[in-house]
């Protein structure tokens, strides 16, 4: 043991130094963690397109759980594999004599309870959490957005610069002249007035005293002093102040924001297979994910047809399949009743998405158009059309063509991968209609 | 006598850290526990994750397995799978320890003892610390390194120098010298001498290849030629720093980085049991004392005592939760059992520890601590009693036989067995296959031969090929591994062919 005396000299000298780091930043790990999604897009963008089909479609804007199989990126090591010969101490002895022989546990059979630190718990997925940002990110990728939608999209709210009166504060750029001076004018009246009306006074008193006395009287003297007084007190007042300064005062505003409604039409006869329907369920999802930029309340309607339109909820609308032809005014009447029962187009703005194969009953293109042009054209914002097909296009191609060619807002797109459903809201976001 | 305790709440605050460094500190150093002076550092629990994931580094360079360390510690934390580790330190000068703000006071006091004098003692003692590792410089490498690798991205692009650093990762365990000295590290040194050996490397290989480019005819002679290296390598990662024919100055200098790193935590390998039960032994020590002092209360021991007794805790083997042995649990077993031989022999003691009865135990724990690493620390030291406290048996796994055999239990007959057997699993030797760099083919198709002495007919595991594609990679011309069979035999048993 160490003598007292010691101890002390000891302690002064190894002081140990507490420091409070909480407050540096905590995204060390940030870097290594980009590095990682970077390293294992192709991987995570599967899980990703997995995790879009199990969505719904208002549910694009969450962060997402994803699995990766564990040995795709494991990082290799030579290690032992099972077999051979090993012995190893375990603890906790009960029964066991020296020259037992017991049999082999199943769950480990061979590795005899090697402690292999390497190779894991035996987990086969790897799994984490991808933030919202990042989950758009990849849903993006898909659909080949330009980078500068990319960010219009993944911003959460649109704000707008409005000015909003005058502030007593700011940079100097927005000092508002008039303003100011109007300020340092009324201040500088208020201030001098008093002795201006001194002043007055007390001048005319003197016209009137030299007048009566000569130039050097002493009360004279003492009146002219007075008004001297008096005038460099006038002046003292300054011509603008600080305090007088005026700014241009901006705030941000949101942006009034309104409601939508938007109709998701599909086809849903034979013909359209699940394939199909994950393409139009991203066309869908697009789409929605541009109107929840721009309005604040969006309400969804699924018409779904084949020879009947039906309204259905989104389940059914991606996962029942039906056969037979395909009459698709059934679905565009159907739309109209729902937008004048439901939606009145003061109220609301009106949207809505066609997915089809292409495929119709040839006697009711025709109707098909007139109903478009006549009735819905004039009620709805925009009107986006996608034919998933690879064949020659079919009468209500040809008929569409014509409503394209009167209305602005009438997209139509012929859709082979993912990567086309982009160009049909390129107007769109162009436009950018508030 | 009876003091007015430190605290008597569970929140802590920074003076009151100070207060408890200071006792703790002062009973530390009437156990003659040397240090490094402390800097402890209080951190959130995300910063915890950050520095988890980084293994132990304060700073480090940028790679994907960190980012994939993180996710995985944040998804378990998140979902309540696993609590943090109550401390992180790191083997530098000063000697850095984490506390989390969101531990008690007790638990704070706890690490303070655990970590800042018990670890920390260890780092400055032990004869593997002290030959192997340079706490002064170790930072200021880290540093170098992580500006190194980030230099080289501006460089050569991220995606090269990720290559790289994945090929060397997967090498890592094999960067070790294990017999030799390594040379001592300095930031300074270390920057210029950079710029030299780039340079000077380069103009080596060149020179080495240049003369041995397959000659035509002249030389073929070749038979009574040396094999090189003349014997054989165990430290693969230096070899190829060394003698890689197609590699960058910048990826010579990068594999250094790795083998330097990977030689700095090597004695942290080697020692587990050892620190743990040191640290273990010294935080029980010395709260009890704060406790004998009258300077905490009861609630502070039950509290402490909960959280210690957690700590070595050690599940039986046929227990769900068993996953081999806790070091925690064995190193501060040995370490009381140290004392308890010194202190209070028995006749078997004596027999068995002729050299420890009735010394002072403050000197031979202290011996012990010094010189020892945990396979020599366990042959030394593990004594009957705590063979038969733990219930420790043995097990012996021929895959030719139906059946496990028991080979030896906690009798008169066993302890020597166990003993060794014990001392032979934390043998690093024997834990991982024995690989050595064999021969080059210099003259031929430049193709690099690796040699697995096999041990007791174990076979190497399933991701061989995919560790043997990276040393093709570092490497560039074909690599192959021969394996010698225990009986003798040589066979090649994995290739991977590059077109010279």
Same mark, same amino acid.
């Not at chain 1, 005899?112 to 035996?122: D, I, M, R, V």
């Not at chain 1, 007593?168 to 000092?175: K, L």
């Not at chain 1, 991968?417 to 459903?421: E, N, P, T």
């Given at each position: 043991m160490v003598p007292p005396g010691t101890q002390v000299i000891l302690g002064a000298i190894f002081v140990s130094q507490i420091i409070?780091?909480?407050?540096?930043?905590?995204?060390?790990?940030a870097v290594n963690r980009q590095r990682f999604i970077r390293r294992f897009k192709n991987k995570i963008k599967r899980a990703v397109s997995d995790a879009i089909a199990g969505?719904?479609?208002?549910?694009?804007e969450k962060g997402e759980h994803v699995r990766i199989p564990e040995k795709d990126i494991s990082e290799p090591s030579f290690h032992h594999g099972s077999g051979g010969t090993t012995e190893n101490i375990h603890p906790g002895n009960k029964e066991f004599t020296a020259g037992d022989r017991v049999r082999r546990p199943k769950s480990q059979s061979g590795k005899?309870?090697?402690?292999? *630190?390497? *190779?894991?718990?035996?987990?086969d997925e790897f799994i984490f959490e991808l933030s919202r940002d990042e989950f758009l990110q990849f849903f993006f990728e898909d659909l080949a957005l330009p980078d500068l939608i990319k960010t219009k999209l993944a911003k959460l709210e649109t704000e707008k610069t409005v000015r909003a009166g005058y502030a007593?504060?700011?940079?100097?750029?927005?000092?508002n002249v008039i303003r100011s001076l109007k300020g340092a004018m009324g201040r500088r009246i208020a201030l001098q007035s008093p002795y201006k009306k001194k002043l007055k006074k007390k001048e005319k008193e003197l016209q009137a005293e030299l007048k009566r006395f000569g130039e050097y009287e002493p009360h004279i003297i003492a009146l002219k002093n007075e008004i001297c007084v008096l005038k460099k007190k006038v002046h003292a007042?300054?011509?603008?102040?600080?305090?007088d300064l005026r700014y241009n005062n901006r705030i941000k505003q949101n942006l009034p924001t309104t409601q939508a409604v938007m109709f998701c039409l599909m086809d849903v006869s034979g013909s359209m297979d699940q394939e199909k329907k994950e393409i139009s369920k991203r066309f869908f999802m697009l789409l929605y994910l541009f109107l929840n930029r721009n309005y604040e309340k969006i309400e969804l309607v699924f018409i779904r047809h084949h020879t009947i339109a039906m309204e259905v909820d989104e389940e059914n609308f991606f996962y029942s399949r039906e056969t037979g032809g395909t009459v698709v005014s059934s679905a565009l009447e159907l739309m109209h009743d729902i937008i004048t029962e439901r939606y009145p187009e003061n109220d609301w703005n009106i949207y809505a998405a066609q997915a089809s194969d292409?495929?119709?009953?040839n006697d009711d293109s025709p109707l098909c158009r007139e109903l478009l042009t006549n009735t819905i054209m004039p009620l709805v914002q925009y009107y986006a059309y996608i034919e998933i097909t690879t064949d020659v296009h079919q009468n209500l191609w040809h008929e569409y063509l014509n409503i394209k060619s009167k209305y602005e807002n009438f997209v139509m797109q012929r859709i082979e991968?993912?990567?086309?459903?982009y160009p049909v809201f390129r107007s769109l976001f162009k436009k950018k209609k508030v | 006598m009876k003091r007015k305790p430190l605290?008597?709440?569970s929140e802590w605050t920074f003076d009151l850290i100070k207060e408890y460094d200071r006792e703790i500190s002062r009973i530390a150093e009437s156990y003659n526990l040397e240090t490094y002076p402390n800097q402890i550092e209080v951190i959130s629990t995300e910063q915890m994750m950050d520095a988890y994931s980084s293994v132990g580094m304060p700073v480090g360079y940028h790679h994907w397995s960190f980012g994939k360390q993180f996710l995985s510690t944040e998804k378990n934390y998140r979902r309540g799978r696993m609590g943090l580790a109550y401390e992180i330190v790191i083997n530098s000068n000063p000697c850095i320890a984490y506390l989390m703000e969101e531990n008690t006071m007790t638990m704070q006091a706890l690490v303070i003892a655990h970590a800042c004098y018990g670890h920390n003692s260890f780092f400055k003692s032990n004869y593997l610390f002290q030959s192997w590792t340079n706490a002064d410089a170790i930072i200021d490498y880290l540093l170098f390194a992580k500006n190194y690798v980030t230099h080289c991205e501006e460089r050569y692009g991220e995606e090269a120098v990720e290559l790289t650093l994945d090929s060397c990762h997967a090498l890592m365990n094999y960067?070790? &010298?294990?017999y030799q000295h390594p040379y001592r590290l300095s930031l300074v040194k270390e920057e210029a001498r950079q710029k030299e050996r780039e340079a000077y490397l380069q103009l080596q290989i060149n020179e080495l290849w240049r003369k041995t480019?397959?000659?035509?005819?002249?030389?073929?002679? &070749?038979?009574?030629k040396k094999r090189y290296p003349e014997e054989p390598q165990e430290n693969l990662l230096y070899f190829i720093e060394k003698n890689?024919?197609?590699?960058?100055p910048w990826q010579r200098e990068i594999v250094r980085i790795v083998r330097k790193i990977a030689q700095y935590f090597y004695p942290q390998r080697q020692t587990q049991v050892m620190n743990e039960g040191w640290a273990t032994f010294w935080h029980y020590t010395i709260l009890n004392r704060l406790y004998e002092e009258g300077q905490v209360t009861d609630g502070f021991m039950i509290e402490f005592l909960q959280a210690h007794t957690n700590v070595i805790d050690q599940p039986a083997? &046929?227990?769900?939760?068993?996953?081999?042995?806790?070091p925690y649990a064995l190193g501060f077993t040995m370490m009381s059992d140290i004392r308890r031989i010194c202190e209070n022999p028995t006749e078997e003691d004596k027999r068995w520890f002729p050299d420890l009865h009735n010394t002072d135990w403050v000197k031979s724990l202290d011996f012990a601590m010094r010189n020892f690493k945990d396979e020599s620390f366990i042959a030394q030291y593990l004594s009957p009693k705590v063979i038969r406290d733990l219930k420790l048996f043995s097990v012996l796994d021929d895959d030719t036989q139906s059946e496990l055999e028991i080979?030896?239990?906690?009798d008169d007959r066993g302890y020597q067995n166990i003993r060794e057997q014990l001392s032979n699993q934390y043998n690093l030797g024997n834990r991982e296959p024995n690989i050595q760099v064999y021969s080059v083919n210099r003259r031929g198709d430049r193709s690099l031969t690796l040699r697995h002495y096999q041990h007791n007919r174990r076979p190497l595991g399933d991701s061989t090929f995919d560790v043997m594609r990276h040393v093709s990679r570092l490497w560039g011309f074909t690599v192959r591994m021969e394996t010698e069979h225990s009986n003798g035999n040589i066979e090649i048993s994995h290739e991977i062919e590059i077109a010279p």
């Open positions: 409070d780091r909480r407050l540096n930043g905590k995204n060390k790990s969505r719904s479609i208002t549910d694009i005899g309870g090697k402690k292999a *630190s390497n *190779s894991g718990e035996g987990e007593t504060s700011g940079i100097p750029a927005n000092i007042i300054p011509y603008i102040d600080e305090f292409g495929d119709n009953w991968g993912i990567a086309d459903i | 605290s008597i709440t960067g070790v &010298d294990r480019i397959p000659a035509t005819e002249k030389e073929n002679s &070749d038979i009574n890689a024919p197609l590699l960058e083997f &046929d227990e769900p939760h068993y996953s081999g042995i806790n080979t030896a239990i906690h």
